[in-house]
């Protein structure tokens, strides 16, 4: 299985300003859906999700294409505390 949270973390880690403030968590559900969540300083929420959501897309997105091999599903969602 890919580690979903080093590679998401690899990601959001060279976007944000404040890379020591990036908390990634990642748990299976029951039906076997992986869900990753991202979690930010608030400054840098707007960092991670982008311009009418193209970054957090193309997270999203990479996140997706690591999980066809392994034939899972992948979903990432931001933490807006």
Known sequence: MPEYDELIGFLV???????????????????????????????????VIGKRGTTINAIRHIAKASSIKPNEKVEVDISEE
């Open 13 to 47: 880690r060279n976007i944000v300003a404040k890379p020591e403030s990036v908390e990634i968590t990642s748990k299976r559900s029951e039906n076997g859906v992986v869900k990753v969540l991202i979690t930010t300083a608030p400054e840098d929420i707007g960092r």
